[in-house]
């Protein structure tokens, strides 16, 4: 749907990045081991917890990550959350997957950690021009791409 041309507009650029992404989890323990133990990112703890999410922290409802570029990643417990198909590869939402950078000297690490600690792999790892990929799922089945940019050696 494009606006008219009249229409009110934000100028280009201004929206700087993402600042978070908030994702439904069923099971918030299995969650936080797969984001925080296996894919190693931070989690906010103590007084790094924003003060409007302090209770919801301590109460188990919510998780909160934070990537080395501040992007935030925000995990909701929802333990009525219905599986989203028992064919992890059926699309469940307008989301396609969430995708992490790594360095490309880590990468063979990721696939190693990945297989080691049994997490499905939907497909990969692939190399493209744009760099190597490997798709897995996350506990809920939200599909997950772990991706660098070229090595010098590839």
């Known amino acids: 749907m494009a606006a008219p041309s009249s229409a ?9 990045g993402i600042h978070h992404i908030a994702l439904n ?3 918030m323990t299995a969650s ?8 190693g990112l931070h989690e906010l703890t103590g007084a790094e917890v924003p003060k409007t999410l302090k209770d919801l922290v301590a109460e ?6 934070k990537l080395p570029d501040s992007t935030v990643l925000d995990l909701f417990w929802e333990p009525d959350l219905a599986p989203p198909h028992l064919n992890p590869r059926q699309q469940f939402t307008r989301a396609n997957h969430l995708a992490f950078d790594i360095a490309p000297e ?5 696939i190693a950690v990945l297989r080691q600690n ?4 939907d497909h990969g790892p ?5 760099g190597r990929g490997i798709y ?10 772990i991706r660098c940019n070229p090595g010098h050696d590839d």
Do not use: M, W
């Open 8 to 16: 009110l507009k934000l100028p280009k650029q201004t929206l700087h």
């Open 25 to 27: 989890v069923q099971n």
């Open 32 to 39: 936080r081991q797969f984001y925080g133990d296996i894919l």
């Open 60 to 65: 188990g409802k919510i998780a909160n990550f």
């Open 106 to 110: 880590l990468f063979d690490l990721a």
């Open 118 to 121: 049994q997490i499905p792999i």
């Open 126 to 130: 692939i190399s493209r021009p744009t």
């Open 136 to 145: 897995c799922y996350d506990p809920d089945g939200f599909l997950i791409e």
